[in-house]
């Protein structure tokens, strides 16, 4: 008897609609991170950044949120500020616009700029989630796509989803774009580019990786073809995703007179590590300044740094290449994985806000989706589920240093 309500209950789950049950995946998994948040903000004391009496609504708006917030009240300053030593300071240039701006217009009909924040990472988590499905589909079973998407819906940095952070929208935009690189639905591109590039950092990788897909494609063309108007779209495209990924750096000279304004700004947070010791930007040199910089301060000398780097880059590489749990999830995702890696070795210096800059290769979770075993999958869930709480615990429960930036 047990047996056949079990068949019944797993044939009425399959009978509903794929979107009804990414759906349910996802608000059971926001009911969970909602219980954690509630736990970090009565965890939250007086050393916290949120003090005592924070509350979830608190937790939303704090952090980077405060800076979209505040610029989307306020613009873009067209005097950059300045530290008492003369550098630029921490300012929004740093923030890109769309998401700031569209939760002020859905903040305006719900009476406050958190509301709608939180209101647009929700909603963008779940079309993300979706959007993630559709992506994973092609090369995977349906049940192994749904768990990749419960390991996305449910992961360490999943309270992204009800913050007032852009990266919900930037992974719908994101995942919806290699949909289309996927189909080959060039077309869609032409709009979502900006849109995912006026959200936050990372168009750049994304016009890496369609210069490496049309190399990719030109190598493959006799095996599959290669039209002249694929050549146009991919070229046009790479174009458009570089001139995209440019055009805030511009916009920011133009306001401030200062050609060097956005870099400057970036490097402002920077300094908060390293002090003037990168006065300017150089690429790649972020991650070799933190081998030395980590590896240093934890008394494991810096030439052990530049090997675990060394290793961790080679390791890293050979996955993508080799794994193949990651080689069936195709080559638009293995594409954007190691453009996205590259872009992050050459213009970011690593932190704690490293595990967030990593969301965007959330494709990935779908390798982990493929072995069959219902243990190791409840393992993975439980794993990604007890790293969800240790990262609200630092970043929100007890975050008040530099070491606990989310």
Request: glycine share 10%; hydrophobic share 60%; net charge positive.
């Amino acid at each position: 008897m047990a047996d056949v309500v079990l068949t019944r209950d797993a044939r009425g789950w399959t009978r509903l609609p794929i979107a009804a049950r990414i759906g349910i995946i996802y608000v059971v998994a926001r009911v969970v991170t909602t219980v954690f948040l509630l736990l970090a903000a009565d965890i939250s004391a007086q050393g916290s950044r949120f003090g005592e009496g924070a509350g979830v609504g608190d937790l939303a708006v704090g952090w980077d949120a405060t800076w979209y917030w505040f610029a989307a009240v306020n613009g873009y300053p067209a005097e950059l500020p300045l530290t008492a030593d003369g550098g630029v300071a921490e300012n929004t240039w740093a923030f890109m616009p769309l998401y700031a701006y569209a939760s002020a217009g859905v903040g305006a009909l719900l009476g406050s700029w958190g509301a709608g924040a939180v209101v647009i990472s929700l909603l963008a988590g779940y079309g993300a989630s979706v959007a993630l499905y559709a992506l994973l589909r092609p090369r995977l079973d349906a049940p192994a796509a749904l768990w990749a998407v419960a390991f996305f819906a449910s992961g360490p940095l999943a309270a992204l989803f009800q913050v007032g952070y852009a990266e919900s929208l930037f992974l719908f935009f994101l995942f919806v774009l290699l949909r289309c690189l996927q189909r080959r639905r060039y077309g869609w591109l032409y709009v979502l580019i900006p849109l995912m590039g006026f959200t936050r950092p990372g168009i750049l990788a994304f016009a890496l990786l369609l210069g490496i897909y049309g190399v990719w494609r030109w190598f493959r063309r006799r095996r599959d073809a290669l039209p002249t108007a694929d050549v146009v779209h991919i070229v046009a495209l790479g174009a458009w995703a570089t001139v995209v990924g440019f055009s805030w750096q511009v916009i920011a000279a133009i306001v401030t007179g200062d050609p060097g304004a956005y870099l400057a700004t970036e490097l402002a947070w920077r300094r908060n590590w390293l002090g003037e010791a990168s006065p300017h930007f150089v690429p790649f040199e972020g991650f070799v300044q933190a081998a030395a910089f980590w590896f240093r301060a934890w008394g494991l000398g810096e030439v052990t740094g530049y090997v675990v780097l060394a290793v961790l880059v080679a390791g890293v590489a050979a996955a993508l290449l080799w794994l193949p749990q990651v080689r069936r999830l195709g080559v638009e995702v293995r594409l954007w994985s190691a453009s996205y890696l590259l872009y992050l070795l050459a213009v970011f210096f690593p932190q704690s806000s490293i595990f967030r800059l990593l969301v965007p290769l959330s494709p990935l979770w779908g390798a982990l989706a493929v072995p069959k075993s219902i243990f190791w999958r409840l393992g993975v869930l439980a794993a990604a589920l007890l790293g969800q709480w240790w990262w609200i615990y630092n970043m929100y429960a007890l975050g008040n240093t530099y070491w606990q930036i989310p």
